[in-house]
Every structure is written in C-alpha cells, then in structure tokens.
C-alpha cells in the first residue's frame, strides 16, 4: 500500500486550512451572536386583561375581550379560547362595509414579539354564548390556547358594554 510523503500530507492539510478557518469563524460569530440575544427568544405570552361583556340578553351571545402581552422574541397566535361555563368560543372579528357591522369569524391573532394585542368588541373578540345568571363584577373562567406558548388560565370579569373599551 503506498503511503503518501510528509510533503503530500503537508499540502493536503494547507489546502484544507482556510475551510477548516472559515468553519470556525462562522461557527464562533453564530455562537456569539446567539449568545448575545440575536438569534431571538421564543414567545412568552401572557394575560394582562379580561373582560366578559354583559348581554342584552341573559344567557345570549356577548363578547369576551383580553389584552395579550408578548415579552419573547417569536410572534405567536393565538388559536382557540375555551371555557368551561360557555359554549363553544369562537374568534371573530368585526368587519364593517356601507355603515353596517358584520362578523367574520378568524382561525388565528397574532401576538406579535415584544408587543401587544388588545382585543375589543369593534374589533378581535371572542364570541360566546353567555351562561345564564350572569352578575356585573362576577368572574367567568377562559382558557387561551396558543400556538407555541402553553395555554393561559384566566378569570374574565363580567363588565357593562360601555367598560369593555
């Protein structure tokens, strides 16, 4: 078996030094840059507000409003609200055209990174079939489920219409 000379060896591992230093620098900027907060962080989603809009009706559809805070790096949605007192939660959101209100029901709301998302009643809401025996001032549990982040545990509070904005 022929064996290569101390000079081949020597011009393999010359030719393969500025790969070899280019894998390094970059591998060493990515670690830095990462390290340094700029690869980002993933979302972190919390629930600052929650309201639970009083109906007209008792025990009718009403809207149930939150304000969403996201401190993490990634932007998230939000995908779905439950709760185990209401009936099906659906997200919505108002559309006006010509002067006249209409609901437009939506599968996801982005949280963006480092911002907020409010909802309100002329906008992203949730629409709900209020339980009966609503009370101003009573706490209604929710359930905000995220694509990314874990689901967020939350008591509305039951409000007029004119404390909802």
Same mark, same amino acid.
């Given at each position: 078996m022929p064996t290569k000379s101390a000079a081949a060896v020597a011009t393999s591992l010359r030719s393969a030094l500025p790969a070899v230093a280019a894998c390094a620098v970059t591998l060493g900027g990515l670690t830095a840059w990462t390290t340094l907060g700029g690869a980002g962080s993933p979302a972190a989603v919390g629930v600052t507000d929650a309201r639970l809009i009083m109906p007209a009706d008792p025990g009718g559809q009403t809207a149930v409003v939150f304000?969403? %805070?996201?401190?993490g790096g990634a932007d998230d949605d939000l995908v779905s609200v439950t709760s185990p007192r209401t009936g099906p939660v659906r997200l919505a959101h108002t559309v006006v055209r010509d002067g006249a209100g209409s609901m437009a029901m939506v599968d996801a709301a982005t949280v963006p990174a480092h911002g907020t998302l409010t909802m309100s009643p002329f906008g992203l809401d949730a629409m709900v079939d209020a339980p009966h025996g609503l009370s101003l001032g009573q706490l209604v549990p929710f359930v905000l489920h995220f694509r990314d982040s874990p689901p967020q545990r939350? *008591? *509305? =509070? =039951? =409000? %007029?219409?004119q404390d909802a904005t």
């Open positions: 304000q969403l %805070r996201n401190t939350v *008591a *509305a =509070v =039951v =409000v %007029r219409p």
